[in-house]
């Protein structure tokens, strides 16, 4: 069992920055894809940013340019700078690691921008 355990998220001014993380913890031998996407209450989930073991990343397009991710494989830990912060970026933002043919999914961590 592999379980994924988020930090970083709280509230933030716009314009501002937050550095979100998300390490996995279990019986892990290797970690495809990780990856962070966010939800809305009321709206579908949507991709933030993904990056594979060889640390090829994809990107929203409406994080282009503010957010980057990277990955720890030493720690199985995948990261998220978030730069620019936007009040439309206030979200609930959740890990995913793909090991093998299963994807995990963290709890979740809100992520507040307002002035």
């Known amino acids: 069992q592999v379980q994924l355990v988020e930090s970083g998220g709280g509230l933030v001014q716009p314009g501002g920055s937050l550095r979100l993380s998300c390490a996995a913890s279990?019986?892990?031998?290797?970690?495809?894809?990780m990856g962070w996407y966010r939800r809305v209450p009321g709206k579908e989930r949507e991709l933030v940013a993904v990056?594979?073991?060889?640390?090829?990343?994809s990107y929203g397009d409406s994080v282009k340019g503010r957010f980057t991710i990277s990955r720890d494989n030493a720690k199985n830990t995948v990261y998220l700078q978030m730069n620019s912060l936007k009040p439309e970026d206030t979200a609930v933002y959740y890990c995913r690691a793909d090991l093998g043919i299963t994807t995990y999914w963290g709890q979740g961590t809100q992520v507040t921008v307002s002035s």
């Open positions: 990056i594979t073991g060889d640390g090829s990343t």
């Open positions: 279990g019986t892990i031998f290797s970690i495809n894809l």
